[in-house]
């Protein structure tokens, strides 16, 4: 399998992202996207490195196919908060964003009164 092979298949089968969804977040357009995903063009440097980083997969593996997949054996529930998170709109992103920082307080809160009983 070739590179542009292997992230077609991170896009579709293992994150399940649109070629708009996938290419919004690294900053290409969708026809550029789907280009490199038929080898019609090469990968760049700079995409390679934007696809690793934000989504957390190994250089390694898009160049060879050696697993894993994601850098330290990510959780897969945190790609599939990601995949879900993308999907909303900017007033839930805010919504959602309001109620982490709630839970959080709630958790440390909770853990300073087990450590002082």
Not at 46 to 75: K, N, Q
């Amino acid at each position: 399998m070739e590179p542009y092979e292997r992230i077609r298949q991170l896009r579709k089968k293992i994150l399940t992202l649109t070629l708009e969804d996938f290419s919004t977040k690294i900053n290409i357009s969708r026809s550029n996207l789907g280009n490199i995903e038929t080898g019609r063009i090469g990968l760049t440097e700079r995409v390679l490195i934007d696809i690793c980083r934000t989504f957390h997969v190994r250089r390694d593996w898009i160049e060879t196919g050696d697993e894993p997949i994601f850098e330290d054996e990510a959780d897969p529930l945190d790609s599939e908060i990601s995949r879900l998170y993308s999907s909303l709109t900017d007033e839930n992103k805010k919504y959602l964003y309001g109620y982490i920082q709630r839970l959080l307080e709630e958790q440390h809160e909770s853990s300073t009164r087990n450590s002082e009983n």
